[in-house]
């Protein structure tokens, strides 16, 4: 045994290998292979507003008469430009374009999702 990396492997050590890799490739496949969005949906406190995704603008949002945040829509992408939170976690997110995708500010009570056509609530 001396001078051996790794003990002999048997054959159902390579049948779990096996199945483990089959089952990290479908993972991934499924978790990044999710379409763009259409809209953005954005959140603020019991406030809904939806936007197309494919309009570019700047959307300032305010609370208590105060602009608190800025979302950009942007190249089909979104993002939080400013935000006067102490953290700024929401500002340093990657832009979002996926469905599904979100960026949060706890501080403010902002969230911004991204949702497909489907997605879209008609009722609220």
């Given at each position: 045994?001396?001078?051996?990396?790794?003990?002999?492997?048997?054959?159902?050590?390579?049948v779990?290998?096996i199945?483990?890799l089959v089952?990290?490739?479908?993972?991934?496949?499924?978790?990044?292979?999710?379409?763009?969005?259409?809209?953005?949906?954005?959140?603020?406190?019991k406030?809904k507003?939806?936007?197309?995704?494919?309009?570019?603008?700047?959307?300032?949002?305010?609370?208590?008469?105060?602009?608190?945040?800025?979302i950009?829509?942007?190249?089909?992408m979104a993002?939080?430009?400013?935000?006067?939170?102490?953290?700024?976690?929401?500002?340093?997110?990657?832009p979002?374009?996926?469905?599904?995708e979100?960026?949060?500010?706890?501080?403010?009570?902002?969230?911004?999702?991204?949702?497909?056509?489907d997605?879209?609530d008609v009722?609220n």
């Amino acid at each position: 045994m001396k001078g051996e990396f790794a003990p002999h492997l048997k054959k159902g050590d390579f049948v779990i290998i096996i199945g483990v890799l089959v089952l990290v490739f479908v993972l991934l496949c499924f978790l990044y292979n999710k379409e763009n969005g259409a809209y953005v949906c954005i959140h603020v406190d019991k406030t809904k507003m939806i936007y197309p995704l494919d309009e570019d603008r700047k959307i300032p949002i305010s609370i208590q008469e105060k602009t608190t945040n800025v979302i950009v829509i942007k190249d089909k992408m979104a993002f939080m430009e400013t935000a006067d939170c102490p953290d700024q976690i929401c500002v340093k997110h990657r832009p979002i374009q996926k469905d599904n995708e979100m960026i949060t500010c706890l501080p403010n009570k902002v969230f911004v999702e991204i949702i497909s056509k489907d997605g879209i609530d008609v009722d609220n």
